[in-house]
């Protein structure tokens, strides 16, 4: 298993979710179709599932080394969660984002393919790296939802159709998200005093990963002081992923950040 079988994958996997999606905006016409659109979105996030479970037996590594290899966790992530949201609420127009979202990833991943190596560095080699990544790619699949969530909301503001839970369900995201962000941290944390002897070094990604965390922790303040101010939400949760989108991938093209440990190999 290398990458050049991931346009295969690729393939499957937007066939599914963009069948099935498709299928539950008509599951009012016959009731079948929405049984058939469910199985279909999952199918696809089945096949990518098998392609990174794949993928990690091939290189004898968790596929969690490079920022494509990260994209392909997101996408899983991300879809998954937006079906849940899906059955739980019945938000279609979310998990459809969710998954515009993670295909325009899948996409990312196609154009430019990667040569992926089975070597992990030393301090790599541990047992809080799988921890680590997940607790941090699980938030910010989580937070990028609870972005899509805002920015469907601004929309129901300017049509005038903006109903109160949709804020609720972005609140409820952000704060599942800010958890694992602090899980995280934490865990990084442990890691980095095991593997250097400080549990923390001002490094690059260290800084930016704790200014994404502040800065969804003032959200959360500033939502608590003041939770009539629903234009205000909507517009700070929809700018302040951007700080996360920089932490994420966006450093790793900074010129301060070359020697950093924590930039991921591209």
Not at 116 to 126: C, R, V, W
Request: net charge positive; aromatic share 20%; with cysteine.
């Amino acid at each position: 298993m290398n990458w050049i079988y991931f346009p295969i994958y690729a393939l499957f996997t937007a066939a599914f979710w963009v069948a099935g999606v498709t299928m539950l905006f008509f599951e009012h016409r016959e009731v079948m179709i929405k049984f058939y659109g469910r199985i279909s979105v999952l199918l696809g996030t089945a096949v990518l599932s098998i392609f990174v479970l794949v993928l990690w037996l091939h290189l004898e590594r968790p596929p969690m080394r490079t920022l494509g290899e990260t994209r392909l966790w997101y996408s899983v992530f991300l879809t998954f969660i937006g079906f849940l949201i899906y059955i739980r609420w019945g938000y279609k127009v979310v998990l459809a984002l969710s998954v515009a979202f993670a295909l325009l990833f899948l996409w990312i991943n196609f154009s430019h393919p990667e040569a992926y190596e089975k070597t992990l560095m030393p301090a790599l080699q541990s047992p809080w790296f799988i921890p680590h990544v997940i607790a941090y790619i699980l938030s910010y699949s989580v937070l990028g939802l609870s972005w899509l969530v805002a920015v469907v909301a601004l929309f129901m503001l300017l049509f005038r159709k903006f109903e109160i839970k949709v804020l609720d369900l972005a609140n409820n995201l952000v704060y599942m998200g800010f958890s694992l962000l602090t899980i995280g941290m934490v865990i990084g944390a442990i890691w980095a005093k095991e593997a250097w002897g400080h549990y923390w070094t001002w490094d690059p990604k260290e800084t930016w990963a704790f200014l994404t965390w502040l800065t969804y922790l003032l959200y959360i303040h500033y939502r608590y002081y003041h939770p009539k101010r629903i234009k205000s939400h909507l517009w700070i949760l929809s700018l302040i992923f951007v700080v996360l989108l920089i932490c994420w991938f966006g450093l790793s093209y900074l010129p301060s950040a070359q020697n950093s440990v924590h930039v991921y190999a591209r």
